[in-house]
């Protein structure tokens, strides 16, 4: 069974510091990943994704992912954090055949220090 | 446009009581999938329509458990005799539905349900 492991339950970053999250695949075939976040009280929004089109993936509000096969790593960046970054990020799998249920981590909260 | 709505958005009862959680998914898209987040947990899938029909319900956890989806838009997720580990935030995602294709999930604001 596909998995995704996220390395550390929170972490704390200054404002204008690098985000660096991590996240790690279990997977016989590389898959679909992903990367969502979830602010307080509200649903799941899609940052970005990994389709096998490019390794290195740009999504919303300036983060981006680089899928590493290697290392079966697919970490989540962004070179500034912004106060409004604070919330808590999850990394999916999906498998690259079949239906595309998600496979979720068990996320990291994102803290931003002032 | 409008996203996907769930209703209510939250919802306490008693143990043992019945319970239904409704999902309005995104107009025109055929997948609907039905996750639970326990505290401090990730989502965990629970089952997949495709139109009508459930395509994959490997995730519900035991037969107290159902969902339907009659007309393929509205799906409830039922959940029988509650417990109170069944306590959680219920999350409805839907997609477009196009076979083959890696699409993206819109999830909704969820249920949170609260079995005292």
């Known amino acids: 069974a596909q998995s995704v492991t996220q390395l550390g339950s929170h972490v704390s970053v200054s404002e204008g510091a690098l985000v660096l999250l991590r996240c790690n695949y279990s997977?016989?075939?590389?898959?679909?990943l992903f990367w969502y976040v979830q602010y307080p009280n509200q649903g799941l929004q899609l940052l970005l994704k990994y389709t096998s089109a490019a390794t290195l993936v740009k999504g919303i509000n300036g983060f981006e992912a680089e899928f590493k096969k290697s290392e079966t790593s697919f970490h989540l960046t962004k070179p500034s954090a912004h106060m409004s970054d604070a919330a808590e990020y999850f990394c999916?799998?999906?498998?690259?055949?079949?239906?595309?249920?998600?496979?979720f981590g068990t996320g990291t909260r994102l803290t931003i220090i002032p | 446009g409008a996203g996907v709505s769930q209703t209510p958005s939250n919802k306490v009862t008693e143990k043992g009581k019945y319970v239904e959680l409704r999902c309005d998914p995104i107009s025109g898209h055929t997948a609907l999938y039905w996750y639970r987040q326990s505290l401090g947990q990730g989502p965990e899938f629970l089952i997949y329509f495709q139109g009508t029909g459930a395509a994959d319900d490997s995730g519900l956890p035991n037969d107290r458990f159902f969902a339907v989806r009659p007309e393929g838009s509205v799906s409830t997720l039922k959940i029988q005799r509650t417990e109170r580990g069944d306590s959680a935030v219920y999350l409805c995602?839907?997609?477009?539905?196009?076979?083959?294709?890696?699409?993206?999930?819109?999830f909704g604001p969820g249920t949170r349900l609260l079995v005292l």
């Open positions: 997977s016989s075939v590389p898959p679909y």
């Open positions: 995602a839907s997609s477009l539905g196009e076979r083959g294709v890696q699409e993206t999930q819109y």
């Open positions: 999916a799998v999906s498998p690259l055949f079949g239906n595309e249920k998600l496979t």
